[in-house]
């Protein structure tokens, strides 16, 4: 299994017969290096959004059309992305979808879900969520953008998730101190991958304090399209 991040939020996750592109946001996207957005994109399956803003959604239609792959997220979002000429695959939190053999979960995060990329007044699209994907004997929880919330409680017991990939910038989600609190709290990674951090200067610049926070927990600070092997 492999593991790239775009930058940001975005990853792409190559398990089972899949290739997975989540949240791949590339125009405005500071820490995407230009030019290399069709490596990035190169043989993908699938898109996965965790939630309408910007900084997620805004880049995943065009994407989806060019490349001919289909989009999976909440339901509300994937009828707006449907009406825009996407093929999606909505589902609701609790759902699970098999994708090229990958088991794909939607589960709860807390946070906001508006289409802030398409203009006032704000539309709403569903609500924000988070992933759980199963595969080659792994279980990666993708956090989306959220705080800590007690459904990490049965979320962690339920799917037992060996790989964490948090958000920890700060200002609109966890921080690095929060995210070690509930991953220490809530679950039993083995490996750790921050996200959401380093694209501005509002946001958590290093992970120094989600390693302080994790002893004995592999805590990756991943390079924009560095590879990570499980």
Known sequence: MKIIWLGHSGFRIEIEGAVLL??????????FP???????????????????????????LAIAKKR????????????????????TIGFGKGGTI?????????VNACHSASLDY??????????EAGFMIGGEGHMIYVSGD?????DMAWMGEYYRPDIGILCAGG?????MKMAAWAAKKYFDFKTVIPCHYKTFPILAQSAEDLKAGLPG??????EVMGVIEV
Not at 38 to 50: F, K, N, P, S, Y
Not at 171 to 175: A, C, H, I, N
Request: with cysteine; hydrophobic share 40%; charged share 15%.
């Open 22 to 31: 989540i949240d791949p946001w590339f125009e405005g996207n500071p820490m």
């Open 146 to 150: 959220t705080t800590i919330m007690a």
């Open 217 to 222: 927990v592999n805590v990756v600070e991943p």
């Open 118 to 127: 398409r203009g006032f007044p704000l539309g709403v699209a569903g609500s």
């Open 98 to 106: 098999d994708l090229a053999g990958a088991k794909v979960s939607l």
């Open 68 to 87: 001919g792959i289909p989009i999976a997220c909440i339901h509300e979002l994937s009828e707006i992305f449907s009406a825009d000429g996407a093929t």
């Open 34 to 60: 230009k030019g290399r957005e069709d490596e990035a994109v190169a043989g993908a399956t699938h898109i996965l959004v965790t939630h309408g803003h910007g900084d997620h959604a805004a880049n995943a």
């Open 171 to 175: 200002q609109y989600t966890m921080d």
